[in-house]
């Protein structure tokens, strides 16, 4: 018969801690340290049950929510410093090796926001000195021309990462463009192979998808231990709501996904000590959604009209700012808060993959 | 601003409804029905948020709990019906093209259980006609010689799914050498790519792994209406409770995963109008973690010593059969419950496999 074994948590969570310091302090030595999140593989660990039913004796989330506001994560100041970082990094490979990270971006159509994004991505890589270019293609074009700008990117050397800005107009099948997207390429890791190698315990992705990738590092950041809490993420879509609750997931959180057709989504929201919110709903979260410190992480972006603003609108998350940041003990403002962590992501994922390629350390 | 549409969800459930009732029309005028279960693309429906607080005005689930013992599926013989029907569309496939499905089996080792397992598919196959063979490698065998029979049965035209009968012994990498299955061929649904391709609304795996699959077709056998439920996975294997989760989601269910860091599992549990227990401890789940009226699906098989039994030994799941039966609407038995389900959907994958590799509808 198994046997039950006594309260092994305690000896885990030290295992992890440790896991992740020696990886900390091996990586904080050298020059090429960019993120504060480990390798994923490093946090495999057994599940071995133990049934004693309070095995954390305070959650370190109340305890860190003392005041009445929530700290607020500057998403912002957090990647310039990893922008930063980066651009170290590129100088360094640069001086080395006489190469520099190629990103290749394939834009279809001309939806505005789109654009923005484009445009945002392509800035980000020239700050950081990352060589970058931009294949625009008209709304109307074929499946095939798509997948041959993509297999002409997948040919070239200088090019280290592609990205197909999504959402791709609807007459043409997002899933038959990505497969054609070289795996070791594919920097924002939508390929399934690399959600399959997100979701399986024991594999490594080669890049994880940069939105979620992007709100870890935010939950590392802000000291919270995301081992053993109970995390929410609203939405599940395939670029952000899926993948980072398998990320969730291999950090040792309990998840649950909340989507469109969840009953008492509210109910459900206010047991998490950790929200990651990603309906694309303006202001759907309330204030009463939130439990008492909770970390919460708007990732939801919708514009909304207002014209008191410059551009005639305004970007609003998914939470109700004005409320939950009265409730929560870590918030996330949007725009400045996981917006900007995605293009560092990217950046951090271009980086990685050259190196890869060009076998740089 | 992105508006919110007012109670969609209802017009939703109807269009999945309507969707599963003609697949099954339309299906069931073929012969080549066997299992309930829908194709997941045909579940895939877009995530329209509403705010209403609660849209399900009764759980059907508590509808159909009005007795004091829970209705106990008999996954025996549900299995032997669709082992029958698998029965007759080997006969259709051989009288028609003079073929029959091939299955090859790799078992590395001499541990007793996966030779339990090992002889119990081969006797399957052979009760339905199809065609079997094993082969048996030494416990202290190399990756490469894995590899190797892998491959010549990934070259072999008479084979139409291979398995590796897991675990392996600790010294081969299980990643590695499931890399080199043949996707085609993955009856067992346990290549990364058919676990991405699960994950990922949109996309449709070649196969779903089989003791999932199972556990689904159950829950459809019993009628239960998984959209919008709250569902519990207890354990987050690779091959049992991660892909469950994945399907449990493209139901439309909202899902919670539980494992060895989960704290309080048994009140999460509680909560649940579904739980699919995969965890391996026995009777861990006792009849308070039941939420009355639940469907519990029992995949834990661990053996348990037992002098009075014949082999010294019995089978217990991991809930506590005797306390739950009392407590949920229906309950799967261990044995009997899943275990016959898994080989069932072993012969399904096999013959769906064989079907699209000799173009045979």
Redesign the interface.
């Known amino acids: 018969?198994?046997g039950?074994m006594a309260t092994?948590?305690n000896y885990?969570r030290r295992k992890l801690q440790l896991k992740t310091r020696v990886l900390h302090t091996v990586k904080g030595g050298l020059t090429s340290q960019v993120l504060m999140s480990p390798p994923l593989v490093s946090l495999d660990?057994?599940?071995?049950?133990?049934?004693s039913?309070?095995?954390?004796s305070v959650s370190s989330v109340h305890k860190i929510f003392n005041e009445q506001t929530a700290w607020v994560l500057d998403g912002k100041m957090i990647s310039m410093g990893i922008r930063s970082s980066i651009a170290g990094e590129v100088r360094r490979m640069e001086e080395c090796i006489g190469k520099v990270p190629g990103l290749a971006v394939i834009m279809v159509g001309q939806r505005w926001d789109s654009q923005i994004y484009v445009r945002n991505k392509i800035k980000a890589c020239e700050e950081v000195g990352i060589k970058s270019c931009v294949t625009e293609l008209p709304t109307d074009c074929t499946e095939a021309e798509v997948q041959s700008a993509l297999l002409r990117f997948n040919k070239d050397p200088s090019i280290h990462g592609i990205l197909v800005q999504l959402p791709l107009p609807q007459h043409l099948d997002?899933?038959k463009v990505l497969d054609v997207l070289g795996l070791e390429k594919d920097v924002d890791g939508f390929?399934?192979?690399?959600?399959?190698?997100l979701?399986?315990?024991?594999?490594e992705p080669l890049f994880i998808p940069c939105t979620p990738k992007g709100c870890i590092e935010l939950l590392i950041r802000s000291g919270v231990e995301i081992?053993?809490k109970?995390a929410v993420v609203i939405?599940?879509?395939?670029i952000v709501g899926?993948p980072t609750s398998?990320l969730l997931?291999r950090h040792?959180a309990?998840?649950?996904?909340?989507?469109?057709?969840?009953?008492?989504p509210?109910q459900?929201t206010s047991a998490a000590d950790i929200v990651v919110s990603a309906?694309?709903?303006?202001n759907?979260v309330r204030g009463n959604w939130i439990k008492p410190g909770a970390i919460v992480i708007d990732v939801g972006t919708?514009?909304?009209?207002d014209p008191s603003c410059e551009d005639g609108y305004r970007l609003v998350g998914d939470v109700c700012y004005e409320e939950a940041v009265n409730v929560a003990s870590v918030i996330t403002p949007v725009p400045g808060g996981v917006g900007p962590m995605t293009v560092a992501m990217l950046l951090s994922n271009t980086l990685d993959s050259a190196k890869r390629m060009l076998d740089f350390t």
């Open positions: 018969m198994m039950l092994p948590w885990l660990l057994p599940d071995i049950w133990s049934l039913s309070s095995r954390l997002e899933g390929h399934p192979l690399n959600t399959g190698n979701a399986v315990i024991g594999r081992i053993g109970k939405g599940r879509s395939n899926l398998f997931q040792h309990t998840v649950t996904v909340i989507h469109a057709f969840t009953e008492n509210e459900i309906a694309g709903i303006p759907m919708s514009p909304v009209e």
